[in-house]
Every structure is written in C-alpha cells, then in structure tokens.
C-alpha cells in the first residue's frame, strides 16, 4: 500500500507539473501573440509603409491673391514624408558622385556615406541640385519618371485639396501641430499629418519646388522650416525664394510622381 501511495503521488506530481509547463506555454503564446498584433499596428500604420499618397486628376481652385485660380493636373503621388537622411544616404552610397558629399548630418567613412544623425530625420544641407539628382536617381530605380513638385502641385497637395484652408490642417496655429519655432528639427511625422495623410507639410524643414524657370539662379521652397518664428511663413501658399545654390539646415525635399 506504501509503494502504491509513493508512485500515485508521483504521477499526480507529473501531471500538476504538465499542466503547470503547458499554462506557461500558453501564456507565452499569448504574449506572443500580443506583440505580434501590437507590432504588426505601428507597422500597419508607419508613414513608410505606404510611401505615397494620390492626387486625383481634376481642376482644383486655388487661391490666387484676392482672387481664385483653376490649377488643372493630370494627377501625380507625392511622398508622404520629406525625404529622409537614411533615403538620401542610400542615394549617395549607390550613386557614387563625384564631389563628396559631406554635412552635419552626413559623412564620407572608409568609403562609405554614413548618418551622423537620426536616419528618420529629414535630410537638409542639400542645394536645388542635389535634390533633383536624387529624383532622377529615383527615376531610375522606379523606371517611371519622379521629380520635385511644382509649387502649385506642392501647395495643392498640403491643402488636402481644400482650397480654403491657410495650414495643411487647417485655420487653427501651428503651435503643437508642426516643428517650428524651435532651435531644431526632429525626425518625419512626428505630427499629425494633413487629411491627405501627409506629414510636415508645414514646418520641420522648407521644401525644394520645380524652378518654372530652369536658367533662373532662383527658385521657391515651400511649408516653412523648424526655425520660422512668423506663423505666416508656414501657410500653404507661401513662397519663398531661394538661390538654388542655397544649402542649409532649414532646406530638404520630397518627390512626386506625375501620371
């Protein structure tokens, strides 16, 4: 009867020690689970998941002084975000250009570019030039044409097609809705983006447009940058121009692609 007792006891310890591994291995799967779910969300919701946004075609009503325009397009995607120091840094390292390239945020190491800078960072110290060698670059890579927007183009698109707006989300400030009036920019969305789905269309950095003079030493950047003071100067409609050689910290770009 000792012997019979001793050996129930030790399978009814096996069992509870079962049941006890199989409740972790649950749990565990359940965390498991858990995190999946939660990770694939911020991944389902990245501004780099889908790179682009679309500009139906159409006339579109512009404000144009005291009076409205009709800006007519045949459609085009537009880069949710401001090109980023990682984006440009694969640029530089696939092309290879002749002049080095070298900034506050980029260096040339052992043959290689590399961020000095947060990668989810706009990439700014870059002339008029150099953005329009990046979309070309790009060109190549889609094997579909890219470029700099038009400043109506741009200016339609941070509006969200909404003529009557001044601010890509609408009449309120920018205070707490855009990087501005501040000593520096931070990394892409980090704010609400417009209804479009588009960040920084105001603030963080200034952005390159399509000179519609290409032989002009000029041309506009749009949305203002993280070191305006002025509000205005962050209004969707502002222009202002800059020499194309111009290369700074309040100066990036992002891309469109026409139909």
């Not at 009814?12 to 006890?20: C, F, I, M, V, Y």
């Not at 640029?91 to 250009?97: A, G, I, K, Q, V």
């Not at 941070?158 to 707006?165: E, F, T, W």
Request: net charge positive; charged share 25%; proline share 7%.
């Amino acid at each position: 009867m000792v012997s019979m007792s001793k050996s129930s006891c030790a399978k009814s310890d096996q069992a509870k020690t079962k049941r006890a591994w199989r409740g972790r291995w649950g749990l565990a799967g359940l965390l498991v689970l858990l995190f999946s779910a939660a990770a694939l969300s911020r991944w389902s919701h990245s501004p780099t998941l889908r790179p682009w946004v679309t500009i139906p075609a159409g006339a579109y009503a512009l404000p144009f002084g005291a009076e409205e325009s009709i800006f007519e397009t045949a459609g085009f995607r537009i880069q949710r975000t401001e090109t980023t120091v990682a984006q440009f840094v694969r640029f530089l390292n696939r092309t290879r250009p002749t002049a080095i390239f070298d900034s506050p945020q980029i260096s040339f190491e052992r043959g290689r570019y590399r961020a000095q800078v947060s990668r989810r960072k706009p990439v700014a110290y870059v002339t008029y030039a150099d953005a329009v060698a990046y979309a070309e670059w790009r060109s190549q890579a889609r094997r579909r044409p890219v470029r700099l927007p038009t400043a109506y183009e741009w200016e339609l698109a941070a509006r969200g097609l909404n003529h009557a707006i001044p601010y890509p989300w609408g009449w309120a400030l920018p205070d707490e809705r855009a990087q501005f009036d501040t000593d520096y920019m931070t990394a892409v969305a980090q704010f609400a983006p417009n209804p479009l789905g588009l960040f920084d269309m105001a603030g963080n950095v200034a952005e390159w447009t399509l000179a519609a003079d290409h032989s002009s030493d000029v041309t506009f950047a749009m949305g203002g940058s993280w070191a305006e003071r002025d509000p205005d100067l962050l209004t969707v409609n502002r222009r202002t121009p800059f020499m194309k050689t111009y290369r700074d910290a309040d100066v990036g770009f992002r891309l469109i692609e026409p139909r």
